[in-house]
């Protein structure tokens, strides 16, 4: 069965302190890998979006990296305006999956 | 990119009633998608609606329950059917290819 994990569910940070989110899916034939931000009261906003195992992206703090089982959103000197949940998305041969997210917190 | 905007922000209803979800797209867009989000929780699809041909509707989602509209490549509608207190949940729509989508703001709904 496909699925898509994210960890942890909250993350809490000091401004500056730097570290990851993980995506971890099982799918049948992936198709694409997607990093969306969303801000509370407000739906998804389109981060990135990874083809296969090896490939990065980068937008300024953030860096998405994909291997065969597990994407990582690495987010470097982040500020308070990070704070946000981060969803995960895949699509394989069969359908369009989500991640439940993780809530990331900067703390100034 | 598209802007996507959504009517009603929210809404209230009695249980046994319907309600409709307007999304419109500041954009010709191929495909639009509906979403139900529970607060707190995941994106679950319900639909996809491209301009021209029947919504395909996901597993366990039928659509005598959300049927939807695609009258033209700007614009669609959810309709939320003989709502109990389980359709209590943010309704979202979008826009654009499974590789990138464009969301509108979402609809609250609460069923009374």
Same mark, same amino acid.
């Given at each position: 069965e496909d699925q898509v994990t994210q960890s942890p569910e909250a993350l809490r940070l000091q401004e500056g302190e730097s570290s990851s989110l993980n995506c971890s899916y099982t799918v049948s034939g992936l198709r694409g890998l997607f990093w969306y931000r969303q801000d509370p009261g407000k739906g998804p906003e389109f981060l990135f979006t990874l083809y296969s195992a090896g490939e990065e992206k980068e937008k300024e703090r953030l860096k998405a990296t994909l291997t065969k089982k597990e994407s990582f959103l690495h987010i470097t000197? &982040?500020? &308070?305006?990070?704070?946000a949940t981060y969803l995960c998305a895949v699509i394989g041969n069969y359908q369009l999956i989500w991640g439940a997210g993780t809530k990331l917190i900067i703390k100034p | 990119s598209a802007v996507i905007s959504q009517k009603p922000s929210r809404d209230i209803c009695q249980r046994g009633t319907s309600l409709t979800i307007q999304c419109q797209v500041d954009s010709q867009v191929t495909m639009m998608f509906w979403y139900r989000q529970q607060p707190g929780q995941s994106l679950t699809l319900i639909a996809t609606a491209n301009q021209g041909s029947e919504a395909t509707y996901e597993s366990g989602f039928v659509i005598d329950k959300f049927p939807i509209s695609r009258p033209n490549l700007t614009f669609s509608t959810l309709t939320v059917s003989n709502m109990s207190p389980e359709d209590s949940s943010i309704y979202l729509c979008s826009a654009g290819g499974y590789n990138e989508q464009f969301f509108g703001p979402g609809t609250r709904l609460t069923v009374l």
């Open positions: 000197a &982040p500020k &308070p305006e990070d704070s | -």
